[in-house]
Nanobody, 122 residues
Framework: QVQLVESGGGLVQPGGSLRLSCAAS????????MGWYRQAPGKQRELVAG???????NYVDSVKGRFTISRDNAENTVYLQMNSLKPEDTAVYYC????????????????WGQGTQVTVSS
């Protein structure tokens, strides 16, 4: 079992930046790959970025070059640095613990945080 708590969301203007954090507890953090998902109103939840146990990142095309996922195993925390934010990035962002294939594909386990709202608007 692993518990996840996100923080760092908020309201930001287009072109601005936010840094999301996800603190994990209850299990050995380093044995999990970690992912950030988002869900906009009326849309399905989608994977934004994943990071393997050894720190290899993977991104959905729409955020490549703007978002950076990282992890600190000593602090049991995964981060999502979001730059050049656009209105279409507006969503609730969720942290997830999962696994990755040898090819880097991220597969979520049923471990989710409560979500943090990100709103990009002028």
């Amino acid at each position: 079992q692993v518990q996840l708590v996100e923080s760092g969301g908020g309201l930001v203007q287009p072109g601005g930046s936010l840094r999301l954090s996800c603190a994990a507890s209850g299990s050995i953090f380093s044995k999990y790959a970690m992912g950030w998902y988002r869900q906009a109103p009326g849309k399905q939840r989608e994977l934004v970025a994943g990071i393997s146990r050894v720190g290899r990142p993977n991104y959905v095309d729409s955020v490549k070059g703007r978002f950076t996922i990282s992890r600190d195993n000593a602090e049991n925390t995964v981060y999502l640095q979001m730059n050049s934010l656009k209105p279409e990035d507006t969503a609730v962002y969720y942290c997830n613990a999962g696994t990755t294939s040898y090819g880097g594909t991220y597969y979520p386990y049923d471990y989710w945080g409560q979500g943090t709202q990100v709103t990009v608007s002028s």
